[in-house]
């Protein structure tokens, strides 16, 4: 018997089922936060292996400290590692040393 395998939902459909979450947490920055976010997952490809809520919550990690995700300013980042064992690819949140220089300066 086999398993059927389960298709791996895009991440523009996953925004759009949790937009009501969006709208809640981040109000006016909602639109600004997905188009940064779907920018970023199409712009590398192991991204979008990566789980859609583990790297929503990396991309809101970078909101909540008001950093710009764009990896071209060098603020934040959202790398993608992959297990050596499972093989499976997960994203982590790393700050650029800018960013590290705009929070001392807020500080």
């Known amino acids: 018997m086999e398993t059927p395998v389960l298709q791996k939902?895009?991440?523009?459909?996953?925004?759009?089922k949790s937009d009501k979450f969006l709208e809640q947490n981040l109000g006016a920055k909602k639109s600004e936060f997905v188009s940064n976010l779907l920018?970023?997952?199409?712009?590398?490809?192991e991204l979008l292996q990566c789980d859609n809520t583990e790297l929503m919550k990396c991309a809101l990690n970078a909101t909540a400290l008001n950093l710009p995700l764009n990896k071209n300013l060098g603020y934040a980042y959202v790398i993608a590692y992959k297990d050596w064992k499972t093989q499976e690819v997960h994203p982590q949140f790393q700050m650029g040393y800018k960013g590290f220089?705009?929070?001392?300066?807020?500080?």
């Not at 920018?39 to 490809?45: G, I, Q, V």
């Not at 220089?101 to 500080?107: D, E, K, N, P, V």
Request: no cysteine; charged share 15%.
């Open 9 to 16: 939902q895009s991440l523009a459909n996953f925004l759009n």
């Open 39 to 45: 920018a970023l997952s199409d712009s590398n490809k």
């Open 101 to 107: 220089i705009q929070l001392a300066i807020r500080s």
